[in-house]
């Protein structure tokens, strides 16, 4: 079974020591064929005056291709999974899931509690989009309130290495982590997140390589802020005003250890980037942004 650390001080070795795990290489994505904003589940949704985003269909179904290009661009498989009618939200396909390998390289998934009723219907749908790719799937205990867990949304590979990173307090119940730690037989370090604004980890976290990543101080507990110091020592501070909505900056992908491709326009975070020796792919997810999600959301990495 996997072990759990809540503290900086409950860290007290290197996690690049920990076993090997191949990085995901493929890419699922979920054409927005039924996106829409108007099931207001965070506060992203909603203007400054309470009243909800107006969605520009055509320019989102561009968007949404520039992103699957870029992944091509880059050498990735990209996988399409079929969208369903009725689930607007299920384009974000990081959430329905997480995929891992066994320590014997076994392709498995877990399949999320979700905490909104209509987004856990979009489970089964991706769950068969795994099946197709080779993967067994695994439920957890069944969905309560404190069984919730929201996949790749909340729980974060550290790239090369048997450790997952996982937030909650919004969307995912801490308490889950024990039974996901058994399931992926991993170290798993937990963050309690404390803004509602970032309500998933990968909103505020996003992790570039095995000792690097991009996060967002105000989202953090100052506990939680100290471990993330510690698991990284390439640690790239996001400024509130570029993680936060419109910029989303945080909610960047890093599927190559090199190539950061993020939301355009977070001009601090680019510079800091490029410092770190990163190259910036910017390009505009802004009308997913309207519903909460950026690039990170839009697809799920898959081995």
Not at 3 to 15: C, G, H, P, Y
Not at 73 to 94: K, S, W, Y
Request: charged share 20%; proline share 5%; hydrophobic share 40%.
């Amino acid at each position: 079974m996997g072990k759990i650390i809540q503290t900086a001080e409950e860290l007290n070795f290197d996690v690049r020591s920990t076993p090997a795990m191949p990085v995901a290489r493929r890419i699922m994505m979920v054409r927005p064929t039924y996106f829409h904003v108007d099931n207001p589940i965070n506060p992203h949704m909603r203007k400054a005056d309470g009243s909800l985003h107006v969605l520009d269909k055509p320019k989102a179904m561009q968007e949404w291709d520039g992103l699957r290009t870029a992944y091509m661009n880059l050498g990735l498989q990209v996988f399409e999974a079929d969208a369903i009618n009725g689930l607007p939200d299920m384009v974000f396909c990081a959430n329905q899931s997480l995929p891992f390998l066994t320590r014997t390289g076994e392709r498995k998934a877990i399949l999320s509690n979700m905490a909104n009723d209509i987004r856990n219907r979009e489970v089964p749908g991706i769950a068969a989009a795994l099946e197709r790719n080779g993967y067994k799937t695994v439920a957890l205990p069944q969905r309560s309130a404190q069984t919730l867990f929201e996949g790749m949304g909340d729980a974060l590979w550290l790239p090369g290495y048997r450790v997952l990173l996982g937030g909650y307090g919004h969307r995912t119940h801490k308490a889950i982590y024990g039974s996901v730690a058994e399931l992926v037989d991993a170290t798993v370090i937990v963050f309690e997140l404390a803004n509602p604004r970032f309500y998933h980890l990968d909103t505020c976290l996003s992790i570039l390589d095995g000792s690097s990543a991009l996060a967002c101080r105000e989202a953090f507990t100052q506990d939680g802020w100290e471990l993330v110091k510690k698991v990284f020592p390439n640690l790239i501070e996001v400024p509130l005003s570029e993680a936060d909505s419109p910029a989303f900056a945080c909610n960047a992908h890093c599927p190559d250890g090199k190539n950061v491709i993020l939301q355009a326009g977070s001009k601090q975070t680019v510079t800091r980037l490029k410092a770190a020796g990163f190259k910036a792919v910017g390009l505009s997810t802004e009308e997913f942004i309207k519903s909460g999600g950026s690039v990170f959301c839009m697809k799920l990495q898959f081995f």
